[in-house]
């Protein structure tokens, strides 16, 4: 019941965002672009319980249709980041440098992009403010109650872009805990995003 009254809520909320947003987003040149999401989170976790967060997602686009995401996430008795979230700077740091890279600088390069498929999307548009975007995560860090686990999920996001620098997000997903317990779980969330050009 609770799931049936959320989906036709959401689906309410973005189809009224829709109708009162204007303009159209240019999307087709998003080659490079980081987008800046604050989350908020609702976690079930199965045996490891239920848990709320708050934090951040970084979004990098590879061009139009794929993009990496890097969550850093809080909460009581629970965190979570992406192995991309701790390499990225890494690779920033090394980008940053003259022309000729030392061998940490390279090696910063190689990690940072190695981690950025850890987590990854794809854009499919509807229309001409909204998008699905399919994505994966294949090892993400988590800590439910000081006890670590790593995860993989699935997941789906719907997008509304309000403008050329602002967009709304709602995100569910189920994830599957790599430990002796064979625990899963499943996620759902909403953020408000601003693109950095």
Known sequence: MFCQTLRITLFALFSVLGVFCQG?????????RVDLHITADYIGA???????????????????????FFPLAF???????????????LG????SGGEE????????????????????GYHIRLGEK???????????????????????????MMRLHLSD??????????????TLRQASGVEGGMSVAYVFR
């Open 165 to 178: 620098r602002w967009h709304l997000n709602w995100s569910g997903e189920y994830s599957q805990f790599y």
């Open 46 to 68: 199965g045996s490891l319980g239920t848990y709320v967060s708050g934090g951040l997602l970084g979004e990098f686009h590879y061009g139009d249709r794929v993009s990496a």
């Open 130 to 156: 909204q998008e699905f975007i399919p994505y994966y995560s294949l090892c993400r860090l988590r800590s439910f109650d000081s006890q670590g686990e790593l995860s993989a999920s699935l997941g789906l």
């Open 101 to 120: 890279k030392t061998l940490g600088e390279f090696f910063g390069m190689l990690l940072a992009v190695a981690t950025s498929v850890e987590s990854m």
């Open 75 to 89: 909460g009581k008795d629970y965190f979570e980041i992406g192995l991309g979230t701790i390499f990225a700077p």
């Open 92 to 95: 920033l740091w090394a980008m």
């Open 24 to 32: 159209q987003v240019p999307v087709s040149e998003r080659n490079s």
